[in-house]
């Protein structure tokens, strides 16, 4: 039988991001919107990131472009995709690249305020 | 001596897209924008797509990643940059996908406006 | 045992929009993104519109505001929310009412455009 | 004789969010932007907010689905609504379902932003 | 005794716009919305654009960048002040400077989408 | 020989901004980003505030009303451009009148959020 979606996307989680993803965004959400973290995670790990057709550092640069594009509301998530995107195998340099060349479909503010999430996220491992 | 980065735009859109790209545009805008085609080639092609440390393929994609969540308003771009995708080597696949991946950061209505947008360019493609 | 989010999604479009709605979306979109229309069918009726929480009339007009101010690119999805905003027990007045009340929020152009579209929805439907 | 749309927004002003609201606004605004405060009044709550049409406690929802998916630079209004809108009658559980559903439609971060700043406000409030 | 802003605005309109503004508004939208077009006349027109401290010409082209940046779903919007802009007394050329320069703030693509709509403005005014 | 688009973007930013804008950026994102700098001088101000067709105060101002619609993530930017406005002759009315109108065109938070990223500048230059 077909694994359902939300099982691949805690396999997905597991293996590639953080074994208690489920758990801690459980921890946050839940009690405001039940199943908030059952939820997140069949749709955006089950549902996308495991699919087929794509490599996962590909995937995670057109997040960090996406992400950009969308302006400085979406820092923190722009941070935490910067690092799932290291871990995929993106090189420090394709992150920034992918986030200069923003400055040409999103104008140059969303892409000096995406340079400045990286800088904050690779001064921050450096100092680790 | 090195190129200036607008020859830099000029060689690039000439290899990679249309011989006569700066003189489709100044025929379409300079004359209500002197210089338009002229700083268009030197910003996008030649301060963007003919950096290093990110390959041509990957640019596209996430173009198509930031075209898609920026909204429908910009389906005449992001139609021309599903033509360059796929002249870049990017499949119609890793086209959907990366549209269809955008449902979880712009929202389902944007992704299924992009998707349209890749269908008839496709579809258009298939009756050539 | 509790149904998935899956079938949870299939028995409300089935109860309150077209029974055969995934099929229509499959046959648009999943030859070009596989599991599209299950996953749609999932992750916005079996995961959102068919909580507890939050009646269905309320999250429809919830909708509605968002689509407004998301800008006119969200037009089509728009025109399909306002139909099911009215099979779901909302009046004319409370959609038009919706929409107006974005202009404080999201700019009078994004509120004119919107009426723009619910006026054509209401047309049509008067002319059948 | 009809009471002009200022008359009516210091009425609903005063009825149902603070009777200072002008006079604060005012001296923060007014100096900068002459009528500012007065302007604000007029349109927001004597144009809006106390029309008939839509009861109350919908119009708060909508407001708070319209600055969820508008982005996080509306944080600040967010969490004046979401304060207006337990004060119109909706339920914390209400205000946590409308926030959540807007991940269909201006995508994951804008939602989980917004839910954020939502226990960030009902943490506040357990506190005092 | 002070105007209110209502009349203010119906002046202004009357005198730089059309003399039936608020008629036409009114015909397409108060049926709808009770009140719209009158709302729409105080606060546009009467709370802003008759204020003093900047001149029309100035608002006019301030309002055009607003609209080039907003995205092309503003595009209606966007004709009507590009119209509105040469009666206060800007040039073509102020207007297309205005759209182009946006490209630094908002992104190539809708820098481009303005121009197009002005190109179309300024063509059908030639044509009559 | 014509000066080329990088020459007139330093010739402008030494004469109107500041001399070493250049190195401050290189320092800040070169290393991250090679020719960033050189490419923002280039583009922003080789390519749109030098040119002709419309004074600097308007562009400045119409920049003010881009970055106000744009949303609070580009108060940073938004900062920046205020300082350059007064520099370049517009006085505090004209900025303040300048944001309060985007209202109108991208609601009343955006208006707010500019307003207040004005008055910090205002009151930062009048301690010092």
Not at 15 to 29: D, F, H, S, V, W
Request: net charge negative; proline share 3%.
């Amino acid at each position: 039988m077909d694994k359902s979606a939300l099982q691949k996307g805690r396999d997905y989680a597991a293996q590639n991001l953080a074994p208690n993803l489920e758990e801690i965004l459980g921890e946050r959400y839940d009690g405001l919107v039940p199943d908030m973290s059952e939820s997140l995670i069949e749709w955006a790990y089950g549902r996308h990131y495991c699919r087929e057709g794509l490599d996962a550092k590909t995937r995670q640069l057109c997040t960090i472009a996406a992400l950009t594009v969308l302006g400085g509301h979406t820092a923190p998530q722009l941070k935490i995709n910067i690092e799932h995107s290291l871990r995929s195998g993106a090189s420090k340099k394709e992150i920034a690249e992918t986030i200069w060349q923003m400055a040409v479909y999103g104008g140059l503010p969303a892409a000096i305020n995406g340079l400045n999430t990286a800088k904050e996220v690779f001064e921050a491992q450096e100092t680790q």
